[in-house]
Nanobody, 120 residues
């Protein structure tokens, strides 16, 4: 089992910045990919950013150039730095971990989510 705890959400004005944290209960290097998803009000959950154990990153087109996913291995924490925030970034942000478990199965783990609200 992997437990994930997000923090760092809040209310910010458009153009501002926030940094979200995702603290894992195990070594993040043992996790194949850590993702940030978000779910805007009334919409489906969408993938925002991915960081693989090998250090590769990927971003949704809507956040490229504004959001940065990174990690601090010693803290078992992944961060999502969000700059130049827009009202359309308003959502509940979730941390997700994908880990290859025994016998070739995949474990998918979720945090509880943190609310980000961007005012215009």
């Amino acid at each position: 089992q992997v437990q994930l705890v997000e923090s760092g959400g809040g209310l910010v004005q458009a153009g501002g910045s926030l940094r979200l944290s995702c603290a894992a209960s195990t070594s993040i290097l043992s996790i194949n990919a850590i993702n940030w998803y978000r779910q805007p009000p009334g919409k489906q959950r969408e993938l925002v950013a991915t960081l693989t154990s090998g250090g590769n990153t990927n971003y949704a087109d809507s956040v490229k150039g504004r959001f940065t996913i990174s990690r601090v291995n010693a803290e078992n924490t992944v961060y999502l730095q969000m700059n130049s925030l827009k009202p359309e970034d308003t959502a509940v942000y979730y941390c997700n971990a994908d880990r290859l478990e025994g016998r070739g199965t995949w474990g998918h783990y979720w945090g509880q989510g943190t609310q980000v609200t961007v005012s215009s």
